[in-house]
């Protein structure tokens, strides 16, 4: 079974750092890749995500992502974050047949100090 | 457009008790989802459906049941509760197979 893991489980920033959050999955075929974010208090919402094409994908709030296929990595970037970015953060693969393999990540929380 | 609605917000239930947990979507998905969130383990999918009359086990399924007779409904479920079902509950819809799922505010329910 394919499986989704982050490198991180809390990460704290101070605002206008960088930041790098990992996410490896394993699954050897194609995949669609996602990161999606949790506000306090909020639901899920979709930040970028992956199909095909150029590897380095630009989401919302200055928000990008590199997909290393040789890596099996889509690791989620922000060269400067803002205290609004405190949230969870979440890597989820799908490789195909909906359900069966739309898999998660255990998440990574972040918070960033003012 | 309302997008993934869910219903109630809260919950708290004894040890036994059943519920269900509504989930509508009005973007005419055909696919939809029930996951739990719990601390340190992410979303687990319990049960999906790729369309009306159509469903199926996820993950985590057990002590859980669903049925789909409307494109928009999608409830779920607690057939017994135990205290290990508290959690929050999301439901997602997507457009496609591998498309984006759009998720509803959760339930976060607590089995005493």
């Known amino acids: 079974a394919q499986s989704v893991s982050q490198h991180n489980h809390h990460v704290i920033l101070s605002e206008a750092a960088s930041l790098e959050l990992g996410c490896n999955y394993s699954y050897g075929g194609t995949v669609n890749l996602f990161w999606y974010v949790q506000y306090p208090g909020q639901h899920l919402q979709l930040l970028l995500k992956y199909f095909s094409g150029d590897p380095l994908v630009k989401g919302i709030k200055g928000f990008e992502a590199e997909f290393i296929k040789s890596k099996f990595s889509f690791n989620l970037r922000k060269p400067s974050v803002q205290w609004s970015d405190t949230a969870e953060y979440f890597c989820a693969v799908n490789a195909g047949n909906y359900g069966q393999n739309f898999v998660f990540g255990p998440g990574t929380r972040l918070s960033v100090l003012p | 457009n309302a997008g993934v609605t869910q219903t109630p917000k809260f919950q708290v239930l004894k040890t036994g008790q059943s519920m269900t947990l509504q989930c509508a979507q009005d973007m005419n998905h055909e696919y939809m989802s029930w996951y739990r969130q719990d601390p340190g383990m992410g979303l687990r999918l319990i049960h999906y459906s790729v369309g009306a009359g159509i469903t199926d086990q996820g993950e985590v399924p057990n002590g859980y049941n669903v049925s789909r007779s409307t494109t928009e409904d999608f409830p779920l479920r607690l057939l017994s509760a135990a205290p290990s079902q508290t959690s929050v509950y999301f439901c997602?819809?997507?457009?496609?197979?591998?498309?984006?799922?759009?998720f509803g505010p959760g339930t976060r329910l607590t089995v005493l």
């Open positions: 997602a819809s997507s457009p496609g197979q591998v498309d984006t799922q759009y």
